[in-house]
């Protein structure tokens, strides 16, 4: 049992469920109305939860709640959630997506239970996955490709990951050529500085560009519980909310 779930007092399920249900409605609100305001479909925004941090309980609560993609950043702290959600619910559909910085030396194991990676960001990552996925469906592990975002750094900086926008295409033609990959589109993080609409339209840009040659890759993954409404005036198909869904990690 995580600290956490320690705190929870005993109707802690109930209360928790609500507090969620609240939550997701104001998200689903955001979305909706900002895509609304683009022009947009609403329906072309999917929402993937981001629950590094929060406990199995949390996720099978959102699956009640109908949300079934679910992102983390560290391999271990994944892996050991979609096990536990497998127990607390047996049934749900639930897709798992990787959204940080990841070591090549974890992508055996991530090849188990992730149905993707959002921040593929060097050449040395993209070899790593496809071996892994190989191998994981070799041994029966999983059934179709390891699905793949190249991640964008809009600033070029180190710190949060991402290949500079010159190198987006050849990591992407790297991606494509690979057997077990699926190359789905591009993902950002804005840079903490910039003002988040000029950040996210040159995304827009540079996923225009990947997309013109690689047709498949529609995936935007842009926007956090801070700044999706400007990640989706700019055409993000995903945003990736932790924050205003979980609560302050
Ligand atoms: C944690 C995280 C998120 C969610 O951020 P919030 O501000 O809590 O919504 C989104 N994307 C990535 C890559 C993250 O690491």
Do not use: Y
């Not at 090549?104 to 960001?121: C, G, I, T």
């Amino acid at each position: 049992m995580t600290a956490r779930e320690a705190a929870e007092p005993a109707t802690g399920d109930t209360a928790r469920r609500e507090v969620l249900r609240r939550a997701l409605e104001d998200v689903r609100a955001r979305i909706d109305a900002a895509a609304r305001a683009a022009g947009r479909d609403p329906a072309e925004v999917g929402l993937l939860a981001v629950t590094k941090t929060w406990p199995a309980s949390d996720v099978a609560l959102l699956v009640d709640l109908g949300l079934a993609e679910f992102g983390e950043n560290k391999e271990q702290e994944g892996a050991a959630k979609a096990a536990e959600l497998t127990t607390l619910r047996p049934d749900a559909a639930a897709r798992w997506r990787i959204v940080g910085r990841l070591q090549r030396n974890k992508a055996r194991s991530l090849a188990r239970w992730a149905h993707a990676v959002d921040s593929v960001d060097s050449p040395r990552l993209v070899d790593a996955l496809d071996r892994a996925a190989g191998s994981a469906r070799e041994a029966g592990e999983r059934s179709g490709p390891l699905h793949v975002l190249v991640q964008v750094s809009l600033d070029g900086a180190e710190g949060r990951g991402g290949v500079g926008v010159d190198d987006v295409e050849g990591l992407a033609e790297r991606v494509e050529r690979c057997a077990h990959l699926s190359l789905d589109g591009v993902m950002t993080v804005a840079p903490r500085d910039a003002d988040p609409a000029e950040a996210f339209g040159t995304f827009a840009v540079v996923a225009d560009r990947v997309r013109r040659s690689f047709p498949q890759a529609t995936t935007l993954s842009a926007g956090m519980s801070g700044d999706l409404e400007a990640a989706i005036e700019h055409g993000s198909t995903c945003v990736r909310v932790g924050t205003a869904l979980l609560g302050a990690r």
